[in-house]
């Protein structure tokens, strides 16, 4: 796979897939550019190398049609702030226009067009007839067969990443081909059903595995403890189970929680009692990790080397739930290992607990960052190649 560096863009039609679906308040202003700036070192590249720029992007999900709502207008407002350029922003029928010398022209919401999600191959070429080189820098998208990160490929002259999805990659690397141990990986969230694939890959190769969140709910139920009114998957108890022996089996240490911070409401503000691990009150909830198990936690991270770190340890919206995956935030930032964050709550508690800047790598995907704990080859990046 090449990479923007290995590819001739000097005054070329330059066409980059970015991830500009950012969060918009009521009144259509961006509340976090994030995605923004983590594209801007590959546009300046273009910049200097005065590529005639096209970037393409989705916003939301318009169902294949246009949705004012949606518009990347303020995308293409605050992308030109940032680089005291202007962006003009481009409708798709409008696509065979072009981009003039000197020019950065943002596409209209990719997912106005119902091709988009389609993965169509007829979208696909018409994107690639834009362009003499396509970057894919849309990282969290590259899990997706959609037409602008799998079909345009096929079709585009020459293909690469760009500098943002390069380093999304090489975190991966690091963490699972020649990672310096112990690798441990670190799984919180509601559901045990959307991360179980990631489970059963990471059971086979980390040193640690801890589970953390509402899962740990599942993963304690399939051990025959008390969990009371907390949730947890019925269905998926054997899933658990399994999990649970194939780590007993191939060695690596499992950590579950030891004892829960409970309630009998989840609220901001809810009153927070600490229970052992099975004495939860029929009444009550588990809605976070106890202290004790955030100091167990905390001991596993420090004797680790390599963290990679996905979904929060409890219900952190609601303070006082929040202190387990503040403490998780912390523990992995003060390890001193080479340490990857992924997951939009993951990183919301990270940025929380004023943390981000002593995490190694913080992902800007979910899904395609799960993807990857899978072991899964993300199709967006296969078609680069």
Known sequence: MKTIRDL???????????????????????TDDTRIRRSLKTIERALEKKAKIILASHMGRPGGKPDPALSLSPAAARLGELLGETVRLAPLQDMAAGVGEGEIVLLENLR?????????DDFGRSLAGLCDVYINEAFSVSHRQNASVCAVARHAPETGAGFLLESELLWHERAFQSPARPLAAVIGGAKISGKIEALKNLADIVDILIIGGAMANTFLKSAGIGVGKSLFEEKRLDMARAVMESARERGPELLIPVDVAASGTLEAGAEREVFAAGEIPEDQMALDIGPETSAIFAKALGRARTIVWNGPMGAFEYPPFDRGTMDMARSVAESGAFSAAGGGDTVAAVNRAGAADKISHISTGGGAFLALLEGKTLPGVAALH
């Open 8 to 30: 001739d863009i000097e005054e070329k039609r330059t066409l980059i897939r970015v991830d500009f679906n950012v969060p918009l308040d009521e009144n259509g202003h961006i």
């Open 112 to 120: 106005f067009h119902p091709g988009e999600e389609e993965n169509s």
